[in-house]
């Protein structure tokens, strides 16, 4: 049973009583209804149209609950995963896009297969490359990047996606003045909603109830008006012409991915018939490099159109003939009546022009479950994706232990963290093949699911069926949720995730954590939207701090303090210490990092005492001893004995031994110069010396006789 339960974690749920049915079935049910709207929020802040929420609601759910270790974690789309999932694509492709969104499952498929092999292969220490303080400065930028993507869908005003995220806010701050009044207040509505709840009847759904809320509103009031023309209806010739250059550039993309489709191909052929360096290969990789170049620039030409179009507002009303016209709102012409709504363009195709009047809803998401198929690979976005995949990986899988460790504090579970990253992996991968995007822990319907009472896993299966319900049957219900309100769930669940006290605490407990933590912040705000930049600068500049901390480790002269002990000279200043014998304390591993700096500060302290004829390493500190470190050492010894002074050794550990034994510098030294303890070590050196010490202060304090 047990090599059974290894592959089946879930079968150590089982036999459930009927409280523990009771108890996760109510639980399963109180996170779904936080889930699903959650879900839909995190879908848009992933770039992906709402209902892809849902999707990833469902069996990624279940499977991480399935496959992990711990009974409480609520698995599914996260707010911090979800940015980097857009950040990582949005260089890729157009957010929203057919192709995103094939990029996005994709990535999903990467980002579980990495999880797993972690898993398996019991990998799960790598997480630990990103450090507390990193993670806590890269979670403080991302969550005021988050609020900050989210305050356009508020105000109701649009949002374009550059390169630089600041640009891209200075864009919102300057439509300001713009701001869809209804759209505002329906969100202002919803966060107050959530915070009034949460403070007064914390056990209540907030998040539902103001979703339930202000959808039922946003139907009542006719929030949203949508409409159509045809571009020939638009009075401006000049924004006609925008209109049309923008259609022919999107034929010519269209074309262009084609081209690329059919080269690819014939690349493969290429290769296989004749070799990848082959003139033929090479020929059709550069034409296809050409192509992409291409690609990209009529991209961002119309990308830069969509904005423009985006900026300007319409008025509907009729010519003198009797003409549907849209008039550049401030160019209507005298006596001819409006339908009093300001129309914005939201999208261009043909000779169809798709028209906003009102405030955004979620629109019609469609019925019934995701189709299951395996994920479409695009090999030449692979090597773009995989950088991303991996920081996705660590830095979910970093999320979810973290909040499955913080609850099992609770309920005295024992996790397996390698269980967990198989349980993340395979939910990531089920979930590609049932169109979703990545996903990970969440700590607040964690935190929901323990309050509410789940005892075991199966309260996320619940869960994973009340969303199938979902999709099913109760999605049209949603059609008017306003995005303003799923802008607003964000913002609130992000608000948690800002911590600047944790930036503090690392700086009070290392000034190079508390830099680190500084550098990842100030890297991930400036590199948005890429970032997977800055969570890396950070890693880096961890890892370079660390090696920095154990390439000049501490190293003190002892001399006699007036209790027996010794103590370092420099904390102790005038304490006895001697001509004859030199005694060192070394604070670190010896390894190739810093053995130059371990055989320097030898070398210092016998040329400031220069009738040296012992020199003592107190190694309880040294934990680690590798080839450079023994290479060193076996020199020392040495050039020592040739000048006259024994180096001798007290309080090495067995694994320092161990590699002295193996290597031969145990023989080198003589087991007469290895001591367990100083005081052994230097009593035998003055035992040696005799006379020639006799009144030396250092020496090993004597016990009193009778």
Known sequence: ??????????????????????????????VALVLIPQSMAYAQLAGLPAYFGLYAAFLPVAVAALWGSSNQLGTG??????????SSLATLAAPGSESFVALAIMLALLVGIIQLLLGVFKLGVI???????????FTNAAAIIIALSQVSKLFGVPMGRSE????????????????HIPTLLMGILAIAMMWGIKKYKPKWPGVLIAVAVTTTLSWGIGFEKSGSAKVDQVASADVQALVREMVQTEQRVAEVNAEI??????????????????????SLKYEIDVLRLKLEDREMENAKRMRALRKMAFQRGSDAQGEGKLFLEGEVPQGVATDGVRWHIRKA????????????VVGNIPEGLPSIAMPTLDMSKLGALLSAALVISLVGFMEAISIAKAIAAKTKQRLDPNQELIGQGLSNIVGSMTQAFPVSGSFSRSAVNQNSGAKTGMSSVYTAIFVLITLLFLTPLLYHLPQAVLAAIIIMAVIGLVNFSAVKHAWQAHKHDGAASVVTFVATLAAAPHLDHGIMVGAGLALIL??????????????RFKDGTLRDIKVNPGIPTSEHVVAMRFDGQLYFGNVSYFEDTVLEALADHPKVKYFLVVGDGINQLDASGEEVIHHLVERLRSTGVELVFSGLKKQVLDVMRATGLFDLVTQANIFATEDQAIAAIYERLGDEAGEDLFCAVKPATA
């Open 546 to 559: 660390f090696l920095m901390r154990t390439m000049n480790p501490r190293v003190a002269q002892l001399g």
């Open 77 to 86: 789309p996260v707010a911090v995963v979800s940015l980097l999932t857009a």
């Open 164 to 179: 630089h995220f600041i640009n891209d806010i200075v864009g919102v701050v300057k439509l300001i003045g713009e701001t």
């Open 1 to 30: 049973m047990n090599k059974i339960a290894r592959f089946l974690p879930f079968l150590r749920w089982f036999p459930m009583g009927g409280d523990t049915v009771k108890a996760d079935f109510m639980a399963g049910i109180t």
């Open 261 to 282: 489709t059919a080269k690819s191909s014939q690349l493969a052929v290429a290769g296989k018939a004749h070799g990848e360096q082959s003139q033929a290969a090479l």
């Open 127 to 137: 997480v630990n490359f990103l450090s507390h303080p990193v993670i806590v400065g």
């Open 349 to 360: 195709k043909g000779n169809e022009l798709k028209l906003a009047g009102g405030g955004e």
